[in-house]
């Protein structure tokens, strides 16, 4: 079996203003050694040092919020103790953001959300079941494009776009009964996420309360997911129920042909379904009235040697309540301009080249269309052009560092909308990361 690095874990996209990397975050379908790596870990020692730069104008977050302006510098520290007698292992990790410059007249979305620092520390004790899986209780981290899952599990997966990974608070069961199946089984009664910044660290599972801002009634959230997977494919579907709160389906396949000579196309089709339960169904009716949402999402990439060009579509049918469902899942890439509206359609077109020097090159314009809400009295046409840039250094002195710049300039049209007719954004990100790895 294949050992997991921690060097090796796909991180890029967490942080940047877009999926910098169509030729990391395209569809990349897991086989069975990256599914054993997740159990067959090794001691390892990592500390990640980020450095991430916003300043941006979103017209449609208000005058309160629609000025941003974030620089910050985060530290994660992870350690996993291996396998002691091929039985039992430990993981822990401490993850803390820090302020480096502040503006009172700008708002730091959920980098800081207007604090100085914020973090929260992990810990989790697991259990190996064999060559078919593992126990593991306790605070672990569960974001995909953090690399601490071996492939998108639905439902269960919660990738931030911020500098801190998300995570979870339970016990998970993870068990590979054959060479062809994965399943996936969750406890959890707390999350953070990268809304979590709003409550400064780890948040209840449970029913939000809008006069506090924060999940007060705990109500766990009870996950399984499943996946059958081949050489050049993988379908995994997942499902997750909450009293009180909401129950979810997710279902997504991927797909890989390889056309040799180094030349690919990869493709994934993406459903959910949410449907908001008792205290929280009848909190949601003024911004969320069908209660229930459908999200559709599919991409297909043609990979080679030069880079790669790909055409990306998602649909939600109806806006749903944030603080219960995230639909950021189904847009293709794009962060700039809301999509949690009425029969909202993004298209998206991306293009990546990779240049000499171990740098790389996105450019990906946007359309997107839907209603502000159910009444469908004020349409949205949104023109959004994103480009960044990305240094990758392969080996030498610099082998684990990813520096990124990025831009994005956005037209919407929403006319009768209390935002104006005609809304201007522009965004522009920029940073580094750095892994010291002191275990080798």
């Given at each position: 079996?294949?050992?997991?690095?921690?060097?090796?874990?796909?991180?890029?996209?967490?942080?940047?203003?877009?999926?910098?990397?169509?030729?990391?975050?395209?569809?990349?379908?897991?086989?069975?050694?990256?599914?054993?790596a997740?159990?067959d870990?090794?001691q390892?020692?990592?500390?990640?040092?980020?450095?991430d730069?916003?300043?941006?104008?979103?017209?449609?977050?208000?005058?309160?919020?629609g000025?941003?302006?974030?620089?910050?510098?985060s530290?994660l520290?992870?350690?996993?103790?291996?396998?002691?007698n091929?039985?039992?292992?430990?993981?822990?990790?401490?993850?803390?953001t820090?302020?480096?410059d502040?503006?009172?007249?700008?708002?730091?979305?959920?980098?800081l959300?207007?604090?100085?620092?914020?973090?929260?520390a992990?810990?989790?004790?697991?259990?190996k079941?064999?060559?078919?899986g593992?126990?593991?209780?306790?605070?672990?981290?569960?974001?995909?494009?953090?690399?601490?899952?071996?492939y998108?599990?639905?439902?269960?997966?919660?990738?931030?776009?911020?500098?801190?990974?998300?995570?979870?608070?339970?016990?998970?069961?993870?068990l590979?009964?054959?060479?062809?199946?994965?399943?996936w089984a969750?406890?959890?009664?707390?999350?953070?996420?990268a809304a979590s910044?709003?409550?400064?660290?780890?948040?209840?599972?449970?029913?939000?309360?809008?006069?506090?801002?924060?999940?007060?009634?705990?109500k766990?959230n009870?996950?399984l997911?499943?996946?059958?997977?081949?050489?050049?494919?993988?379908?995994?579907?997942?499902?997750?129920?909450?009293?009180d709160?909401?129950?979810?389906?997710?279902?997504?396949?991927?797909?890989?042909?390889?056309l040799?000579?180094?030349?690919?196309i990869?493709?994934?089709?993406r459903?959910g379904?949410?449907?908001?339960?008792?205290?929280t169904?009848?909190?949601?009716?003024?911004?969320?009235?069908?209660?229930?949402?459908?999200?559709?999402?599919?991409?297909?990439?043609?990979?080679?040697?030069?880079?790669?060009?790909?055409?990306?579509?998602?649909?939600?049918?109806?806006?749903?309540?944030?603080?219960?469902?995230?639909?950021?899942?189904g847009?293709?890439?794009?962060?700039?301009?809301?999509n949690?509206f009425?029969?909202?359609?993004?298209?998206?077109?991306?293009?990546?080249?990779?240049l000499?020097?171990?740098?790389?090159?996105?450019?990906a314009?946007?359309?997107?269309?839907?209603?502000?809400?159910?009444?469908?009295q004020?349409?949205?046409?949104?023109?959004?052009?994103?480009?960044?840039a990305?240094?990758?250094?392969?080996?030498?002195?610099?082998?684990?560092?990813?520096?990124?710049?990025s831009f994005?300039?956005a037209?919407?049209?929403?006319?009768?909308?209390?935002?104006?007719?005609?809304?201007?954004?522009?965004?522009?990100k920029?940073?580094f990361?750095y892994d010291?790895?002191?275990?080798?």
């Amino acid at each position: 079996m294949s050992k997991l690095n921690l060097r090796s874990l796909k991180a890029l996209g967490a942080g940047t203003a877009v999926c910098l990397a169509a030729w990391s975050c395209s569809t990349v379908v897991a086989t069975a050694q990256a599914a054993n790596a997740y159990v067959d870990t090794e001691q390892q020692l990592r500390l990640r040092l980020r450095n991430d730069f916003r300043r941006a104008q979103k017209p449609s977050s208000g005058e309160e919020y629609g000025s941003v302006y974030a620089w910050v510098q985060s530290f994660l520290l992870e350690y996993d103790s291996g396998w002691l007698n091929d039985v039992v292992g430990v993981e822990a990790g401490g993850f803390w953001t820090q302020r480096i410059d502040e503006d009172p007249n700008f708002y730091t979305r959920l980098y800081l959300h207007d604090r100085d620092s914020f973090g929260y520390a992990t810990a989790a004790l697991k259990f190996k079941l064999g060559d078919y899986g593992l126990i593991k209780a306790g605070r672990f981290i569960t974001d995909h494009d953090y690399g601490a899952l071996p492939y998108y599990v639905p439902v269960l997966t919660a990738n931030s776009n911020r500098p801190l990974p998300s995570a979870s608070q339970g016990v998970l069961l993870y068990l590979t009964p054959t060479d062809f199946m994965d399943i996936w089984a969750v406890w959890r009664n707390e999350i953070f996420i990268a809304a979590s910044a709003m409550q400064g660290g780890f948040r209840n599972e449970g029913v939000f309360n809008p006069a506090s801002m924060d999940y007060d009634e705990q109500k766990a959230n009870n996950i399984l997911a499943v996946s059958f997977y081949g050489d050049n494919w993988r379908w995994s579907t997942g499902g997750g129920y909450q009293e009180d709160v909401q129950t979810q389906v997710m279902t997504q396949l991927e797909n890989s042909f390889n056309l040799g000579q180094g030349k690919k196309i990869t493709t994934e089709l993406r459903y959910g379904y949410v449907e908001a339960k008792g205290d929280t169904k009848e909190l949601a009716m003024r911004s969320w009235p069908d209660g229930t949402a459908n999200l559709f999402k599919g991409s297909i990439m043609y990979h080679s040697d030069w880079g790669s060009i790909g055409f990306s579509a998602a649909y939600l049918d109806h806006k749903t309540m944030g603080q219960v469902y995230d639909p950021d899942i189904g847009d293709p890439f794009n962060n700039t301009i809301p999509n949690n509206f009425e029969e909202m359609q993004i298209y998206q077109l991306t293009t990546a080249f990779k240049l000499p020097y171990d740098f790389r090159l996105m450019i990906a314009p946007i359309y997107s269309h839907g209603y502000e809400d159910k009444s469908k009295q004020v349409p949205i046409d949104g023109y959004d052009f994103n480009i960044a840039a990305v240094y990758m250094p392969k080996s030498g002195p610099l082998a684990g560092l990813l520096a990124y710049l990025s831009f994005n300039r956005a037209i919407e049209n929403r006319p009768g909308s209390e935002y104006g007719d005609h809304l201007q954004y522009w965004d522009v990100k920029m940073g580094f990361r750095y892994d010291l790895n002191f275990l080798k």
